[in-house]
């Protein structure tokens, strides 16, 4: 969490009394938990969550405040591991009251909508309209509470961008990164000057570049176009032949990628608001990150969650509950500046707490209105079937493995081919 930029917007009510919280941040662990009743004859709720969706302490703790309800928060590492936990266990029993669910994997999740309850009727309208069209199903039940979506930017490090001859400024920055082929033309530049690499991970770029295309491995009438879509072949030659040789690692979320941001091991990062947070946390004595106001062709969304009630808990009253106050546009304000997780209701992107938000750690950068920015700058939004997942996760693998040099490019391409036929 990014101490600095909850001072800023002292928009926390700090409760003494946090000893109501458990933060267990254990990967892979089990998201469950005994729905006992609290001491105070109040039920006790376990929440599951992943990565950072800014549900810090101090906010568990103005729901425990106002509601007496405690909350045993149980935050899995990636997506990855939670979306495992999820699909072995919904239906049988053992999953969080409430479940958060990763947008590339959430109409995986559709696919059992009856095993989750669905959101009051008084609640609709309160999200973007097709946030809140993606979690309704076939019979019109809206069946998932909306948390974040991920517009794109690019946050870089001045000092290293300075120190390699290249402007610093934002909004000159912001200049660099037109085109894809702008972005690894800079890329280029700033390794052969410097010798290092410019970005963090070639899959990330795949990410930037997937969520561009309206169609990528499934159409819409459920037929499978992965093997034949030349947009993803030209994703996939972009990565490999000009992705690669700038980016620091194949993927994220591991222990060096996270201390490299520190490190200096990387100049750039193609960055969603909810990167802000983790940025900030795993280097919080860097003073050098900035965020540009672009990416690369426009715009495009990388990531957003949503909350789910299983039906099969204990305490679903209590569970819809938490999911209503957590996904309450004040709320979802706070989760922004604690992680930078970007409101999808729409009642919080009109609101001045956001679009006048700026956050301290990235050289006071306005945050708030980038997120806005970018947002309205993304015209596509990728259709992502129900094995999106799968065929994007095995892509993902394909690059790691050129990457470390394990295959040469078409040999992991056809791997990906034979692997995905088994789909």
Known sequence: MNSR??????????VAT????????????????????????????????????GYSDELLAEFTEETGIEVVHNKAATSNDARANFFQKLGKGGLADVEAVEVDWFTEMMQYSDLVVPVPDDLKGRWLDWKEAAATDA???????????????????????????????REAVAELFPTWDAFFQVGADYTEKTGKPFIDSANSVLQGLVNQLEIAYEDPDGSI????????????DAVVDKGIPISAYPGQ??????????????????????????????????EG??????????????????????????????AQQLADWLTA????????????????????????????????????????????????????????????????????????????GLEDKETAWETWLTEISGF
């Open 329 to 404: 546009p004040e709320n979802q304000i706070k989760a922004f500046t604690n992680a930078g997780t970007f409101p999808s209701q729409i009642e919080a992107q009109d609101s001045a707490d956001l679009t006048g938000y700026v956050n301290e750690y990235f050289n006071d950068a306005p945050t708030g209105q980038i997120g806005i920015d970018r947002a309205n700058a993304i015209t596509v939004s990728t259709y992502k079937g129900q094995d999106y997942f799968k065929y994007h996760d095995a892509l993902q693998n394909a690059i790691t493995r050129v990457f470390d």
């Open 5 to 14: 930029a909850l001072r800023r917007t002292a928009l926390l009510a700090v």
């Open 18 to 53: 946090t000893s109501a919280i458990v933060l267990a941040g254990c990967a892979g662990g089990d998201a469950g938990g005994d729905n006992s009743e609290g001491d105070g004859g109040e039920a006790t709720l376990t929440l599951a969550t992943f990565n950072d969706m």
């Open 139 to 169: 019979d019109g039940n809206l069946v998932a509470y909306g948390t974040d979506m991920g517009p794109q930017a690019v946050c870089y490090r001045q000092d290293l961008f300075e120190a390699a001859g290249l402007p610093s400024d």
């Open 225 to 236: 176009v992965a093997a034949d879509n030349p947009d993803i072949r030209a994703a996939y």
């Open 289 to 318: 990150w900035d965020i540009a106001n672009a990416f690369p062709e426009g715009g495009g969304n990388w990531g957003g969650s949503y909350l789910v009630v299983p039906a099969d808990g204990e305490n679903t009253e209590a």
């Open 253 to 286: 979320w591991n222990d060096d990628w996270y201390a490299a941001m520190a490190g200096g091991d990387f100049a750039a990062m193609l960055c969603p608001p909810w990167m802000h947070g983790i940025i900030a946390g795993e280097a919080p004595d860097i």
